[in-house]
């Protein structure tokens, strides 16, 4: 529905009306959210050398190999905004729409609400990169080889090499032709991706040796200071991991939480190959896909009814399993 009106030449059109862009994600950024962003920039500065475009957002060690970030610029009402793979207003990092002369979202989350003056939401695609290379595609911004790398570890990322129920035969058409448009080492960006320092493979076993299971399928981790001190790793790289333990015969939904000691809450990231999830995320200041989603809870009492609504959503979806 959003390609009838030509959604593409609505958002080029704005991208070269404007002199100054803003370019944000969402809060707790993961390859896809960084790629997307960051790609984007570069290819409109590649395509509009006199433009001043802007990457914004709180940095994430664990991708630094991803690209820069800036600094958001004092004066932003005379600026375009455009937000990728954000789908509502709380989970922007260090941007407000309403401060800017106007506001585009490009996202492939399910809508939760408006929060841009345009929007070009598209849940079947696999990610926020994959929306990125369609409009490159297809408008005359200017693709680069290093755009092209973050945007392709961007697909890779959110699909978990292409082994999510989101990825379709145009998720494989789009990536072809971006390989053979670039020539692109995908070998050496997998590398990037995966590559895994020893401690913190030490401390991927020591959460799976601390994982709370219960009898309904649900696994989850509070992860205190003292293990991430001990293992050398931060609270962005724990929560990150949540990507590692798919495929565990015993387990449904899988949940990382830490200690968040500058915004004063917990925050996790909660997978699951069955039950839905996003809809009890979004209880708790969180959301995402149906089995990929965030969460924040102010305390521990909260944690624990959070924990309880996932382990009823385990539950429930077993039931089904066997009435089926």
């Known amino acids: 529905m959003f390609f009838k009106d030509n959604i593409y030449k609505r958002i080029y059109k704005k991208i070269k009306e404007y002199d100054k862009i803003v370019i944000a994600r969402h809060v707790g950024a993961d390859p896809d959210a960084l790629a997307s962003s960051i790609a984007l920039r570069d290819v409109i500065i590649n395509t509009f050398p006199d433009k001043k475009v802007y990457t914004i957002g709180f940095p994430a060690s664990r991708f630094k190999y991803i690209g820069i970030l800036d600094k958001l610029p004092e004066k932003v009402d005379d600026a375009l905004l455009i937000v990728t793979d954000t789908p509502d207003y709380k989970r922007i990092d260090g941007a ?33 990169s994959q929306m990125i290379i369609e409009l490159i ?18 697909v890779v990322a959110d699909t978990n090499r292409f ?9 494989f058409g789009i990536m072809a032709r971006l390989i053979a448009d670039t020539n692109i080492d995908i070998t050496g960006l997998y590398e990037s991706l995966y590559m895994r320092s020893l401690k913190e493979k030490k401390f991927q076993s020591y959460i799976v040796d601390n ?33 590692e333990f798919n495929y565990i015969d015993e387990i449904l939904v899988w949940a990382i939480f830490t200690v968040d000691k500058q915004n004063n809450n917990i925050r996790g990231s909660i997978r699951s190959r069955g039950p839905i999830i996003n809809e009890v995320a979004s209880k708790y200041n969180g959301g995402g896909h149906i ?19 996932l382990d009823k959503e385990c539950f429930d979806y077993k039931a089904k399993e066997k009435q089926d």
């Open 96 to 128: 407000n729409p309403r401060d800017f002369a106007y506001s585009i979202k490009i996202d492939h989350h399910p809508f939760v609400e408006k929060t841009c003056d345009l929007e070009w939401i598209d849940d079947k695609a696999s990610s926020a």
């Open 291 to 309: 089995y990929a989603s965030g969460a924040r809870v102010a305390n521990s009492e909260e944690l624990e009814k959070l924990v309880a609504d």
């Open 137 to 154: 595609f297809n408008t005359k911004l200017v693709m680069t080889k290093e755009a092209a790398e973050k945007l392709y570890i961007g």
């Open 163 to 171: 082994l999510f129920y989101y990825t379709t035969p145009k998720t």
């Open 211 to 243: 994982f709370k299971v219960s009898e309904n399928g649900l696994a989850y981790i509070l992860v205190e200071d003292e293990a991430l001190s001990k293992y050398d790793v931060d609270a962005a790289t724990a929560r990150n991991m949540v990507s």
